[in-house]
């Protein structure tokens, strides 16, 4: 059975059934069709490699057209030099590393991309600390019987020797922009290990904004005002005179997300053309926000869709007359909180709510809005008297005393 194939496997396969008098044999065509977006029929695997060594990476992808194959290191693209080389033959890519060191050591991504889409894949690079230096120390040790009391030291000391290793390791942390977090880690051996952290491959130390504590076996690095700068990946080395031993973790910063507004919107006015709405703000407020900062966006879903669309954005205000809308289509609102970066959870929506066949609707006392001072008229023909009202569903009663006509609304 062949697992996970690519176009590369394409072509003739044969069985063949082999007997003391007769040969047997079958055959099939086999033809592999590219998927049109990026896939990966054989992904990265995981590397464990010694120090000074070489390390190989190697992927097939598949796709059409052809995707092209970028690699990363951490959040950093890379490219070939003296060290590194990048190789391609059809749909088989391979990263090849000439000398693992610790600065090589870490996660890595090849990224494959065609008009129809992305596709992604990673992998772990973990190196080995060589053991020459310490095989070329005992073998000087063998070679000096002068000194009968210093093997002896040597061997119980190395019983109370252990490798260093993580009781409890790192574990991905998500943070808010802007608040402190803490990766936390503890650790075992002997004799006592020392740590040095890093930041997406590079070493970081003890600052302000990063500060690294130890209280006992647990070692701690404090990062406070977190910005997007300090997202990423984590690594804590420890290490003694056995060995070392590292773990990972990723810290992902986020921006705040603000509260929705306080409530559904209120149909405040509903006319042929338009629908007003207005919204009250968010109840609570994260300290660290402005409120005269804060922007609204307004949905709307007509009855019988599934998908809420956006009417208005980066709005000041918290109120909104929605244009545009198609007579006798039922519609939805809600409102959202923006902090120009994020958007908060929806408002619950109003009721549905649709455009009036004539004139306009508002929640007021009538009033007349346009009325003739004077209608000249020829005796004995009819005469007409016409008068604009802000609403439609006043009810209007025409009144003749003394000779005036009097409108009265109830």
């Keep these: 059975m062949l697992n996970s194939v690519h176009e590369d496997d394409s072509g003739t396969y044969t069985c063949k059934l082999s007997t003391a008098k007769e040969e047997l044999t079958s055959s099939a065509n086999l033809r592999v069709t590219p998927s049109r977006e990026p896939l990966f029929t054989r992904k990265l695997d995981i590397l464990e490699v010694i120090e000074g060594r070489t390390a190989r990476f190697d992927c097939k992808v598949s796709g059409s057209p052809a995707p092209q194959v970028t690699w990363m290191h951490f959040e950093r693209?890379?490219?070939?030099?003296?060290?590194i080389r990048i190789l391609q033959e059809g749909g088989r890519h391979s990263l090849v590393i000439s000398h693992i060191s610790s600065d090589t050591e870490g996660f890595y991504t090849a990224s494959a991309q065609n008009i129809y889409g992305k596709s992604e894949c990673t992998a772990e690079l973990y190196v080995q600390e060589s053991r020459v230096a310490i095989s070329s120390h005992m073998a000087k040790l063998e070679k000096m019987p002068s000194i009968p009391e210093e093997p002896e030291v040597l061997e119980n000391e190395l019983e109370r020797r252990t490798m260093p290793d993580f009781v409890k390791p790192l574990a991905d942390v998500e943070v808010i922009e802007g608040k402190e977090t803490m990766l936390k880690c503890k650790v075992s051996g002997l004799p006592y290990p020392t740590i040095a952290w890093y930041h997406n491959g590079k070493r970081i130390e003890s600052s302000e904004d990063r500060k690294m504590i130890q209280h006992r076996d647990?070692?701690?690095?404090?990062?406070?005002g977190a910005c997007h700068a300090h997202g990423g990946v984590y690594k804590a080395v420890i290490s003694n005179k056995v060995g070392k031993s590292a773990c990972y973790a990723h810290l992902y910063?986020?921006?705040i997300v603000p509260d929705p507004p306080d409530g559904p919107p209120v149909i405040d006015a509903i006319t042929g053309k338009t629908i007003t709405l207005s919204w009250k703000r968010p109840k609570r407020l994260d300290p660290s926000l402005d409120a005269s900062s804060l922007l609204f966006m307004v949905q709307h879903q007509p009855l019988g869709s599934i998908q809420w669309s956006v009417v208005a954005s980066n709005l000041k205000e918290t109120n909104y007359t929605?244009?545009?809308?198609?007579k006798g289509v039922r519609y939805a609102f809600r409102v959202l909180t923006s902090t120009g970066k994020t958007l908060s959870k929806p408002s619950p929506s109003t009721d549905l709510v649709q455009l009036l066949d004539r004139g306009p609707y508002l929640r007021k006392a009538p009033v007349i809005l346009d009325k003739p001072d004077i209608v000249f008229v020829v005796e004995s023909q009819p005469a007409n008297i016409t008068i604009t009202l802000n609403h439609v569903h006043a009810v209007v009663t025409w009144k003749r005393l003394v000779n005036i006509l009097n409108i009265y609304f109830f």
């Design 77 to 83: 693209r890379v490219e070939e030099n003296d060290n």
């Design 218 to 224: 647990v070692h701690s690095l404090v990062i406070r």
């Design 253 to 255: 910063v986020t921006d």
């Design 322 to 326: 929605v244009p545009s809308l198609s």
